[in-house]
C-alpha cells in the first residue's frame, strides 16, 4: 500500500473511488494451479512435456507405493506371494508392466531433456529433443512390448 | 482541484501542480495514455518538420526536446533523425528549411548522400540530400508514464477506470464533476475548487457538459507498423507536411505515418484502407524495405486540432500550438479551464502554461518546478 | 474481404459482484478486424462499462494483454480472423483483476529488480556507423511488460512467489549488458527458489511472448551463469579452516 500520509479533507467521493479497489482483487484462473497443469489446450511442445513429466512422476510415486505393498505380501509367506505371481503374469497385468515401461521412459528421456535444456545445455532445441527423445522411447516401448507379452513374463 | 483526462496533459500537469503545492485528482476513463498519447508513433520532435511553416510550434518542440532528454533520462533512443530529400521539389525545400532551423535554433548538418547510407543504411539510394536533425524516439506510453508516477509518488490521486458523466455546474460556477467508477459500476460526485478539461480530442464534449465551448477538432492520422527494425534514427521526409513522410523505429518494428483528415466523434475514428496503402508507397520511397516488410498493425489516432469549425478541412492547416482557456474569462463560467491542442513532445511545456494560469486562480504561490525535477520511472505509476 | 458477424464472449466482472459472468454480444468485423477493436466495438456501441486496457495499438505498450479461447494474446494485433467459433476473451492470469479485463499491474511490477533500465544498445543494421558525436546506437528493451509470459507460466500458476519470466529474462539482458547495473546484485537475485530455479522449462513463455524477447532461453542462460559461479552467501562453512590466529582466510 501508499506509504502516503493520509490527508486531511480528502474529498468524499475520491474515498470511496479509493476505497472501493484497496483490495486486491481475484486472480483469474480457469482452473486450480496444480489441476492447470494438465490443461494443454492451446498449449505448445514445451507443456505438453511439463505435463507429461508430472502425470508419469504422479504415476511412479503411486507405482512405488503399490510395490513396496506387493512385497510387503512376502511377509505373509509364500501363499500370498504365490497368489501374487498368479496374477502376475495375467494379460491385463502385462499390460499394467507396459504402462510402467512407458512411464519410466516419458520420465526417464524427459528427465535428461530437462537436465540438458535445464543446465542452459541447447535451450533452443528444446523441441526438437523432446520428439526425438519421445520417438526413440516409443521404438525402446514398442520393443519391451513385444518382448513381454511374448515370452513368460 | 480535478483533471479531467489522463493522457499526457493530463499526466504533466497533475505532476507540475503536485510540486507547486496542489492538492491533485486526475480521472480517466480508461488506461492512462490510452486517448491519444499513447498511439502515436514516438517521436520526439526536434521541431525541424515546424521550421517553415509554424515557427510557434518548432520553438516549443526543440525546447522541450532538450528539457525532456534532462528530466527523464533513460526514455529516449537518442539516434537523431534525417531529413531526406529524394527529388527536385524536395531539394528547392532545403534552404527555406535550413533557415527555418537557424532560426528556431534547431542545430542541423547537412550530409551528401554517402555519408548518409553509412549512418542508415536502407535509405533510399536515390537520396539527393539528407539533413541530420535532434530528432529522438521514444516510447508514447511509458514516457509520459513517468510524470503520473513521480505525481503519484508526490501525492496526487490518480484515478483511472473513472469516466465523468457530468461537470457539476450551479449558478455559473463548476464545483467538481458527476463521476461514473467503471471498478464498481458505482455513481458518485467529485468536489473540486477548479476543474481542469484535459481531454484532447474529446475536449468539445466534456466542455459542453460546462456549457462552453471550445473549438477543437478532432483529426485523426493512420499509421502503419511493419516487422524489422529498418533504421535506428527517424527518417523524415525534406519536404512540407505530406502523408507518410515519417519512419520511426520502435523496438524491432518500424512505424510509417501519417496522413491526417476530419471528424466529429473522436471515438470512432476508423483506418481507411487508402491511407494505409500510402503509407506503404510514401514510406518505401524513403525506406524501399517498408514496401515488403510483414505486416504488424494498422491504427488511427486522433490530435486535438485547434481551430474553429469553417478552419479547414484536412487538419493539416491548422496549427500544432497549444492553448489553455480559462472560461471564466471567455466564457463567464467560473473554475473551468481547458488545455488542449499541442503534441506528444510539449507535454511538459503545455502543463507548465496551464499551471501558471491554475496557480493563479488558486492562489498558489509557487513557481514552476517541473524543467529541473528528473522523473521517477514509469514502473513506479503502478507502485501500489 | 468478407463481412460477418462474430460472437465475442467477455469476462465480466466488477467489484461487489459475487463471480464473475460471461457476456456475449454479437459485433461485425471484416477481414482486419482485431480483438482489440471488436472489444472496442463492444464498448461503444453496446455497453461503455466494458473495462479494457489498451494505449498504442501497435504491440509496443504491453497494455492489451488478454487470453482470447485460452491463449495468451495481445489484443491489438490478434486478428478475429486467426481465432475459430466463438471468441472467448478473458483477463491474463496469475495477476490480481481489478475489474472486467483489467489486470493490476503492481504486481507484475514488483517482481522485477530495481532499478530498470529500458534502453539498451541496438543490434540493428550493424553494418551501419552512428553519426558524430553518437558512440552507439540504442533502442528500447524488447520487452514490452505485458505479462503473457507470466499468465501461461505454470508454475506460476500454482507460486505466487515466483519472480516470473520476465523479470528473470529482465535480469539476464541486464547482466549481458549491464548499463550501469550491479551484475553481482542481479546474479545474487537471480539465484534464490522463487528465482532462477523455480522455473520448470514449460517454454510456454517464449511461446506467448509477443516482442521475441525468449525468456525461457534467458532463464537456461541465467542458470549457466550461476552454476559456474561460487555464491558465498550460501556458505555456511568456509572452505579454508581459519588461520592459527584465529581469523578466517
Known sequence: MSERSPRQGRDAGVDEILEGRREPGPVARKLPGPVAWFDIRGRSTGHLAFSLNRITGLGLVFYLYLHLLVLSTLLRGEGSWNGFLEIATTPLFLGFDVLLVFGLLVHGLNGTRLALVGSGFVPNRQKALFWSFMIFGAIVLVYTAIHVFGSEG | MLIVGGGGTGGALAHDLTLRGARVVLVERGEFTSGTTGRHHGLLHSGARYAVNDKESALECIEENTLLRRIAPGSFEENDGLFVGLTDEDMAYLPAFLEGCEDTGIPTQVLQPDEALRLEPMLNPVLKVAVRVPDATMDAMRMPLRFFATAKANGADLLNWVDVIDIDLAGGVVSGATVRDQVTGRQTHIGADLVVNATGPWSEQVARMAGVDVPIRPSPGVMLAVRGRLCNMVVNRLHASGDGDIVVPQRALSIVGTSSWVVEDPDDLGVPADHVQRMIDEGSMLVPAVREAPFRSAWSAARPLIGSRDDADSGRELSRTFKTIDHAVDDGVEGFVTITGGKGTTLRGMAEVCADVVSRKLGLDMPCATRETVLLPHTAAYAA | MSD???????????????????????????????????????????????????????????????????????????????????????????????????????????????????????????ESSPADGIDDHERYEDCIECGLCLSACPVAATDDTYVGPAALAYAQRMIEESRGGDREALLHWADQDAGAWRCHAAFECTEACPSDVRPAQRIMALRRELRGRRTDHDRAVPDRPATVTGASA
Not at chain 3, 59 to 83: F, H, I, K, P
Open chain 3, 4 to 126: 460477418a458477424v462474430r460472437t465475442l464472449r467477455v469476462h465480466r466482472f466488477k467489484r461487489g459482484d459475487d463471480a464473475p459472468r460471461v457476456e456475449e454480444h454479437l459485433v461485425p468485423a471484416h477481414e482486419g478486424t482485431t480483438v482489440l477493436e471488436a472489444l472496442r466495438w463492444i464498448q461503444l456501441q453496446e455497453d461503455p462499462t466494458l473495462g479494457l486496457r489498451h494505449s498504442c495499438f501497435h504491440a509496443s505498450c504491453g497494455t492489451c494483454g488478454v487470453r482470447v479461447n485460452g491463449r495468451e494474446r495481445l489484443a491489438c494485433v490478434t486478428r478475429l480472423s486467426d481465432v475459430e467459433g466463438a471468441v472467448i476473451v478473458d483477463p491474463i492470469a496469475n495477476l490480481p483483476v481489478l475489474h472486467d479485463l483489467v489486470v493490476d499491474m503492481a504486481a507484475f511490477v514488483a517482481r522485477f529488480p530495481q532499478p530498470h533500465p529500458i534502453v539498451r544498445e541496438s543490434e540493428f543494421l550493424p
